[in-house]
C-alpha cells in the first residue's frame, strides 16, 4: 500500500470525482512516500513531481480553484558518506545524566510502521524530575552540537501555539541534518531501505503555497498551510457559476 502509487490514486480518484460528482469542496492528501525515499534530484521523485503536474493540469482544466501545499518539508537526515542515519538518543543522554528513566524524552513521530522515518524525527519534548533544576539541564542540553533550538515549556507555548498541558518541561529541535531518537535499542532502523530522510525541524517549516487563481492579498503575507482553505473559497467565490 505504501507507493507512489497510492498518491496517484488519490489523485485519480479527485479527478473522478470531480467529474461525475461535481463537489463543492476536496481535500486530497497524498502520503510523503517519494520525499521520504528519494532526494529531489533522483528519478523517482523527479516523475512523481510529473505525475503530480499531470493530475494538477487536469483538476485545472475541469475548472477547479486549486491551492496546493504540505504539512512539512523534508531534509536529509544521515551522514553524506556512510549514508548511516544521524541520530541522538537524547533518552540515552538523560539516563547518563539524571540516572535511568528519571526523565522521559517523547517523539512526536510515533509511527509503528519504520520504513521511511524510523520513528525520527527533528524534535522532541522531555519531561523532566519534578526536583530537576531545569535551567541546568536547558543549558547542557542546548550545548549539544547536535541541537539547533531548546525551549522551556513556557517558551514553546509562546512559540510555537502548543498546548502547554501536552508538552514536556523542555522540547528540543536538533540541527538541519540531525534527527532525535529516544534510546537507541528502541528504534529498528533496519527497514529503512534507502538513507533517512525525515522532517520534524525548523529547517523544514517552508513549504509551498501555490494557487491557481491571481487572488488579493496583503503585501508579503505570512501565509501557513492551513490557509489554504480561506483562499480556495475566497478565489472559488470569484468565479462565475453557469446559469
Known sequence: VYSADLSEFVFAAGVKLLKEMKPDVMYLSTTDYVQHKFAPNERSAKDFCAMFDRYLGELDELGAVIVTTADHGMKPKHDATTKEPSVIYMQDVFDEWLGKSAARVILPITDPYVVHHGALGSFATAYL?????????KARVAALPEMLEVLTREAAVAEYELPADRIGDLTMVCTENMTI?????????????????SHGGLTEQEVPFVVNRVIDVPDAPTLRNFDAFHYATAAAALEEVPS
Request: avoid cysteine.
Open 129 to 137: 524530575p519534578e526536583d530537576a533544576d531545569r535551567a541546568e539541564i
Open 181 to 197: 531518537g529516544t534510546a537507541e535499542d528502541r528504534h529498528d532502523l533496519a527497514a529503512l531501505g534507502e538513507p533517512l530522510r
